[in-house]
């Protein structure tokens, strides 16, 4: 199939390809990874989001430089929730075998603890807006900046310090029990 694109983008937009790939290949897999914690699931989404880069490469490239990157790993992210959102419906045999010899851990009881606050924690973020959710992404699992997001979102970085604390602030209030109303009221 990478073939059937690459015939049919431009040498201009292979060597964008190639480029985005050489930069955040390793970057993309180690993101994906430490949310799936699956090497073979880490590697599907790395390689959807690559063909998702290529079928979008026009956009891509019309893209500032400095917006590439997140760009793309916004679409990771999605790639690596649509494996969740799949995972979801199926058991794998290695998950369970991972929290039979999980070595890391012998004290079952805090390791229970922290999976229920993870998923805690992916339950209140899901309640947020997609606009939210994106933001929550770049500054916490892309590590950006509020400068580099008020660039990327076109506002300023005031305003993006602010946004970042009414979600933040939403946040805490949906972990720590609040029903779906505003928690800003």
């Known amino acids: 199939m990478i073939f059937i694109f690459l015939g049919v983008i431009s040498e201009d937009e292979k060597d964008l390809v190639n480029h985005i790939f050489s930069k955040m290949n390793v970057k993309m897999y180690h993101i994906s990874f430490n949310i799936l914690r699956s090497h ?13 880069i290529m079928e979008h490469i026009e956009k891509i490239s019309a893209l500032p430089c400095p917006q590439r990157e997140p760009y793309c ?16 419906k199926n058991v794998y045999v290695e998950d369970i075998d991972y929290f039979e010899h999980n070595n890391q851990s012998n004290d079952m009881e805090e390791e229970f603890i922290e999976v229920e606050n993870k998923e805690r924690l992916f339950s209140c973020i899901n309640k947020l807006s997609a606009d939210e959710k994106d933001f929550i992404y770049l500054r916490f699992v892309n590590d950006m900046s509020f400068k580099n997001i008020s660039q990327l979102l076109n506002i300023t970085e005031e305003a993006a310090k602010k946004r970042g604390q009414r979600i933040l602030r939403k946040l805490r209030y949906y972990y ?8 800003n009221k």
């Open 176 to 183: 720590e029990g609040g029903d779906k109303s505003d928690p």
């Open 40 to 52: 073979i699931d880490a590697e599907e989404a790395v390689a959807q989001t690559f063909l998702k």
């Open 73 to 88: 790993v916004i679409i990771l992210k999605n790639e690596t929730m649509n494996i969740i959102r799949q995972r979801e």
